[in-house]
């Protein structure tokens, strides 16, 4: 099985290292394009079912908050250990070959978590998959800004995070289809992960080569080149990992029903859903750095709001912004990453994002869980708004030094 790029790597990394833009690599393939976001889709897909769907069976059993958020910190903490191996194994097995595995031993995982229904059994489970989903992600996204012209790369990946984002909403949303006991919510799940595997081998002729050209860059090392990037990264994880592990936690404290709260979830995914594509050519228009200033402020006035809009109207466009703006984060850092670095490099920031956004995960729902144990539910907005305090203030005192 071989990785058969649609556009020859030479065209790449022409385009980067000369800047020039001939109509040969402004030319979109479409086909590497179509395949390598479906997979990712559909993996959102289960991923989304996931969080909120274990929530809420732990909830029911009544296991704390505490004990919920660490145990939703597990595939975080996979993401985290299995990052530093990308991409050497991605060079080694080859991009392709490493994502089918993946999905086939992600499936198998959530079959095993829907047989064991423990929290202490979860644990080690959910681990299992972050390491399976994270190459999925690591090698999609190094594939994507690698064929994507540069001229184009704000709406590109604002599609990009547009439509898996969509997959993220469609998995709590089939909660409300099938509800949240038995084996039906996980069959859709294990479906997903296995029809990923599928679509990578329809397309595999048409994907490319992963970045081999310029020095060898390790993940430790990367932490050195971007900093503030990789911090942003961090703020988005611990938004969107939070908010699906304990939104359900936050909301029951509230008196909402369970379906209620599986459609505020689906809402803030779809909120994510419909604003990258519009983020992203507001990026290529007024650059990427103030976009991404423009949404840690937004992320920090709708974590004030959100105590009084919860039970009124008002928290259904209030949590739709919301998650607009907070993968937003995201999503710009994935722009800047392209703009900023190419090659080995490249791939040792995708993996290192990845491992951040583990971090970010596996730090914002223990401690956000923490919090809300000690100073009641309002914990998880107060926790939000001080990270996105931090970030704002980071941005705007580099903006000063110029």
């Known amino acids: 099985m071989n990785d058969i790029s649609s556009v020859e790597p030479a065209d790449v990394s022409d385009r980067h290292l000369h800047g020039t833009t001939s109509p040969r690599a402004d030319r979109i393939p479409w086909a590497a394009m179509a395949g390598i976001i479906a997979t990712v889709t559909v993996f959102a897909v289960a991923q989304g079912l996931t969080y909120p769907l274990l929530s809420f069976i732990l909830e029911r059993q009544g296991t704390t908050s505490g004990l919920i958020g660490l145990s939703a910190a597990m595939t975080p903490l996979g993401f985290i250990l299995s990052a530093p191996f990308i991409p050497a194994l991605s060079r080694r097995v080859g991009g392709a070959r490493l994502t089918i595995l993946c999905s086939i031993l992600a499936a198998l995982t959530l079959m095993t978590i829907a047989w064991a229904q423990d929290v202490w059994a979860w644990m080690p489970l959910r681990f299992l998959l972050g390491v399976?989903?994270?190459?999925?992600y690591v090698i999609s996204e190094t594939w994507l800004i690698s064929i994507t012209p540069a001229p184009r790369r704000g709406r590109i990946m604002g599609l990009y995070s547009s439509i898996v984002s969509g997959g993220f909403a469609i998995g709590p949303l089939s909660l409300w289809l099938t509800g949240t006991e038995g084996w039906p919510p996980f069959a859709i799940g294990i479906a997903a992960f296995l029809l990923c595997?599928?679509?990578?081998?329809?397309v595999v002729p048409r994907l490319p080569d992963m970045p081999g050209e310029g020095e060898a860059t390790t993940v430790g090392r990367f932490f050195a080149l971007a900093?503030?990037?990789?911090?942003?990264?961090f703020t988005a994880a611990a938004f969107e990992q939070t908010l699906l592990s304990l939104f359900a936690v936050y909301g029951a404290a509230l008196g909402s029903a369970e379906e209620r709260i599986a459609s505020l979830i689906t809402c803030f995914i779809a909120g994510n859903a419909v604003l990258q594509i519009l983020l992203g050519r507001l990026a290529e228009r007024l650059s990427s750095t103030r976009m991404m200033l423009f949404c840690v402020l937004a992320c920090l006035a709708s974590c004030l709001l959100l105590p009084s809009a919860f039970?009124?109207?008002?928290?259904?466009p209030l949590v739709f912004a919301w998650g607009g703006v907070s993968?937003?984060?995201?999503?710009l850092s994935l722009?800047?990453?392209g703009e900023r670095f190419t090659g080995q490099a490249l791939i040792a920031?995708?993996?290192t994002f990845a491992l951040v956004w583990g971090i970010g995960g596996i730090v914002g729902s223990p401690a956000t869980g923490l919090a809300m144990q000690l100073i009641g539910h309002q914990g998880l907005p107060l926790s939000l708004g001080l990270?996105?305090?931090?970030?704002?203030?980071l941005m705007m005192a580099r903006r000063r030094r110029g």
């Open 132 to 136: 399976f989903a994270n190459p999925l």
């Open 197 to 202: 595997g599928l679509i990578v081998l329809a």
């Open 227 to 233: 900093p503030l990037l990789l911090f942003a990264v």
């Open 311 to 316: 039970n009124s109207w008002l928290i259904w």
């Open 327 to 331: 993968f937003g984060i995201y999503t």
């Open 335 to 337: 722009i800047q990453l």
């Open 349 to 351: 920031g995708n993996a």
């Open 387 to 393: 990270l996105s305090s931090v970030l704002a203030a």
